[in-house]
């Protein structure tokens, strides 16, 4: 073999260069970690889905994430009544089955939509403004967010056709009727009552076992899904250290050393000379190196910094790299030793290290806490929380975002971290340098003991205990109420507050068969209690001023169970639906769908996800079961 390659040098020769670049290629496209182009391709090819047999690339799931951004901030009647804000599958087959239908329209359909919002604003805001800002909220191009809208529109076209074919049959009266009722304006006061605060008659403290029932049944319940918005699990949490390399520093390390002497700043002056003298470069006479000194010095000294940056990034990119070499790995995670702790490289030891290999101040390091913080609080670090790194691709990725796709949390489709192992390193908008590491995580796990959630655990049980007392009370709050209402409010600690003109659906949107209407002030979406409040209008004389009615007629008070409350309301005024209204909400098919849908069968019941899933077999691979 060695006689071969001696007599034969050249091919030798090319059989190395060969063998090198297949071997950097094959590092290349399986080191997704990398911040390579091969990597960044691969990481985008990943399968997000298949939609009938056929594969859809990771990249989709982003686009029409980002796509229901720009439906949530446009306000998007269809998008609401179908509730796909917070499902990017669901938004995404509604789009391809009007595509297959032929109702998405050019982009110009989106243009259209700004402008008609434009036109709708009190201020007359410009259409590129609307737009830009969409763009500026979902990092989409100029041409996807027109596109986006456009595809909106056929949405709603598809919704429109199908949706309202089945509900054809409904009379004009019964439309009018159903209308007329959620269209009439109700004007008066509320008197929120919540059992969460201290009013009425004292309780005792409750008792520890009445403390553990309560925690064994909602503990598994995170914060707010529990019945009664009980839920006491506690989050994924993670502890974390980071160090800091300020480009500052860096300057004038490098201002004070020898790489600014006369002769470096003359040959850079000289290698670069358009960057100074522009145009004068190519001139007869040209102005003096002394004359452009400190711009000169400048120009050297920002290059200089800059590459000394990149230069101790890399190195500590490289360190902890090197300690991970050679250790098993499973799937995108590295398989850690038990001591991992006390033998990976500690942040001390390497802002040591790049204080004295690369002749700069001493990096500063903050090391792990023993209290557990939440991920999202990385963002509140200073500098920390601002730095990003693109070591997954082209959009910067921040500190936060890496904690919350942590292999012990689950994971995520394109950003691979686990703790133990240093994140890519990060840069801020003013070039400093942050290292970070979660040292610990604990993923999202009941209370072990009702010690951990004490203070949640007596408040939501004395709210119980107040809750069951002011049930009791409701004729006696009702009578009083009529009486005196707003004597009423002090013995509860509540609060009165006036409301106008509320209705259970908004004219606009009831046309596309959105519902909701007004939040009610001081209470907020409260459906029922709107609904009870109406009802009470309508038995109010029709022609006649609701104040001539007696108020204990107009005066009524609800149970709120499903907010531990009690809210007490007295009309004094209604306002009848007029024949403006009554044309607008009568424009499309979507009065039409919510009247038969009362009837028993939902007309956009074909446009659930679960109904769209199986009809277009929609597989989501990257789902974790």
Do not use: C
Not at 22 to 29: N, V
Not at 128 to 144: E, H, K, R, V
Not at 170 to 191: C, N, P, W
Not at 353 to 378: C, G, H, K, M, Y
């Amino acid at each position: 073999m060695l006689r071969f390659f001696r007599e034969n040098e050249k091919i030798a020769k090319w059989i190395i260069v060969v063998g090198l670049v297949l071997l950097l290629i094959s590092w290349l496209a399986f080191d997704f970690t990398s911040n390579s182009l091969i990597g960044d391709f691969m990481r985008g090819r990943q399968t997000w889905a298949q939609l009938d047999g056929e594969d859809i690339s990771i990249s989709e799931l982003d686009r029409v994430q980002r796509q229901l951004r720009v439906l949530e901030a446009i306000g998007s009647p269809v998008a609401q009544r179908l509730d796909t804000q917070k499902n990017p599958e669901h938004w995404f087959l509604l789009v391809q089955e009007a595509t297959n239908a032929g109702l998405v329209g050019p982009k110009g359909d989106g243009m259209r939509l700004i402008a008609a919002r434009a036109a709708q604003s009190a201020t007359q805001v410009d259409p590129g403004i609307i737009l830009g800002n969409l763009m500026g909220t979902s990092g989409l191009s100029q041409d996807d967010v027109l596109e986006t809208l456009a595809e909106e529109q056929g949405v709603m076209r598809l919704v429109t056709l199908v949706g309202g074919a089945g509900a054809t049959r409904v009379s004009k009266a019964r439309l009018t009727q159903e209308a007329s009722r959620r269209l009439l304006g109700v004007s008066g006061r509320v008197m929120f009552i919540d059992a969460g605060l201290e009013s009425g008659t004292p309780f005792a403290l409750p008792s520890d076992e009445q403390l553990a029932s309560h925690l064994k049944t909602y503990g598994e319940s995170a914060p707010g899904e529990g019945k009664n918005g009980f839920g006491y699990r506690l989050p994924n949490r993670v502890k974390y250290e980071w160090m800091s390399i300020a480009a500052s520093g860096v300057t004038s390390a490098i201002a004070s050393g020898p790489d600014l002497s006369n002769i470096a700043l003359r040959k850079y002056f000289m290698e670069n000379p358009v960057e100074f003298l522009g145009n004068a470069a190519l001139s007869a006479e040209k102005p003096t190196f002394e004359y452009h000194r400190d711009a000169v010095r400048t120009a050297l000294l920002t290059k200089l910094t800059n590459k000394r940056m990149a230069e101790v990034a890399k190195f500590a990119t490289d360190r902890f790299a090197m300690q991970l070499r050679g250790l098993p790995r499973k799937d995108s995670s590295v398989t850690l030793p038990a001591d991992w702790a006390t033998q990976r490289l500690s942040f001390a030891a390497l802002a040591t290290e790049l204080a004295t290999r690369f002749a700069i101040p001493q990096p500063s390091v903050i090391e792990a806490s023993d209290a557990w913080s939440a991920p999202a609080e990385l963002d509140t670090v200073p500098g920390l929380g601002t730095s990003i790194t693109n070591a997954f691709g082209t959009q910067g990725v921040r500190p936060s975002q890496l904690a919350l796709a942590l292999t012990e949390f689950g994971g995520h489709a394109t950003l691979v971290a686990q703790a133990g192992v240093a994140f890519p390193v990060f840069t801020t908008a003013s070039g400093d340098l942050f290292i970070a590491r979660i040292t610990e995580a604990q993923p999202s796990h009941a209370p072990e003991s009702i010690e951990t959630v004490r203070a949640d655990l007596v408040r939501d049980v004395s709210r119980l205990t107040r809750y069951a007392s002011l049930e009791t009370e409701l004729p006696s709050i009702q009578e009083r109420a009529a009486a005196d209402f707003d004597a009423l409010a002090p013995t509860y600690n509540a609060t009165i507050t006036p409301f106008l003109d509320l209705r259970l659906s908004n004219p606009q949107f009831l046309q596309y068969g959105v519902e909701f209407g007004q939040p009610i002030p001081g209470v907020g979406t409260a459906p029922e209690l709107m609904t009870r409040m109406v009802e009470e209008a309508m038995k109010l004389p029709a022609g006649a001023p609701a104040t001539d009615t007696p108020v204990a007629q107009r005066t009524f008070a609800v149970a709120m169970p499903e907010r531990l409350a009690v809210a007490v309301v007295q009309i004094d005024g209604i306002s009848p639906m007029n024949t403006a209204q009554l044309a607008e909400a009568n424009k499309g098919n979507g009065l039409k769908q919510l009247v038969a849908a009362q009837g028993g069968k939902d007309p956009l019941s074909p446009f659930t996800f679960a109904a769209m899933k199986v009809r277009m077999h929609f597989i989501n691979l990257s789902a974790k079961e």
